[in-house]
């Protein structure tokens, strides 16, 4: 009797291929765009000055990436001094947070302590922490990186220390009676055998820390960022220029997160937690 063995490198029943959610989503940005210049350009419902259509929104970033004029070209600037600091707060975050994580999980005492300590600070929104930062570092770029790395760190320490909890137990025993001990156990067996857990916790911790760094760079004045031109453009009531920039952050955050997921898909899949499709 022959036993038929799942194909492995095909994709459930019923799994959209990837092309496919990809045309789904550009269909749905379409009717997005179409509704918004129907009700903005066509009906006007709203006056522009309240709210700007595609064309105007469009203008917007077109000056401010790549205008020639006094004025121009300011979002391009402010792209780059975000991602320096946002990078830098980041890489800080996933550091720090990798270490007490590894700590954590290896000693139960800390993770009782502060890892229930980080899951109650968690839930704190990011902007609570601004004020604490400005008092205690002052109005400028260091309270920024500060909430930034804060934000980062929480989720990269408990995925971290929860990751290394979750290996299966037979791992565990696998590596012992190799003989892997201690330390040993833990770089050798169950830091590899947590890598896809960890890429998600990685992922969570650079969308809590693009979050928290425009809502702290809406408080430094004259600082080339994406928050200092929402700044501006509330200050001048240009309701274009903040639509603007808040469609810049969502495209450049969802970027970064479509390359890690890239990356978590890829690493689950040489892991056998996924099939390709």
Partial sequence: ??????????????TPSRWKVL?????GLALILAAWWLV????????????????????EISYGLWGTGPQDGKLLGAIAG???????GYVAAVLLGGVVGLLMGAWLPLRATVGAYLTGLQSV?????VPFAIL??????????????LEGFIPVALAVSGALLNVPPTLRIAGRTLGARGPALTWRVLLPASVPNLLTGLRTAWSFAWRALV????????????????????????????LATILI????GGLFDALLRTVEARVRRDYGLEVAQ
Avoid: C, H
Wanted: hydrophobic share 50%; aromatic share 10%; charged share 10%.
């Fill in 1 to 14: 009797m022959t036993t038929l063995s799942p194909n492995l490198t095909q994709p459930a029943p019923g």
């Fill in 23 to 27: 045309s789904w989503q550009l269909l």
């Fill in 40 to 59: 903005t350009d066509v009906l006007k419902l709203y006056p522009g000055y309240v709210f700007p259509g595609p064309r105007a929104v469009w203008t």
């Fill in 82 to 88: 975000s991602l320096r600091r946002v990078l830098v």
């Fill in 125 to 129: 929104p990011s902007i609570a922490f």
């Fill in 136 to 149: 205690f570092f002052g109005l400028n770029e260091r309270a920024v990186l500060f909430v930034v790395i």
């Fill in 215 to 242: 809502g702290g760079e809406l408080l430094i004045a004259g600082a080339k960022s994406l928050g200092e031109q929402l700044e501006v453009g509330r200050n001048t009531a240009n309701v274009a220029l903040v």
């Fill in 249 to 252: 952050i969502g495209v450049i």
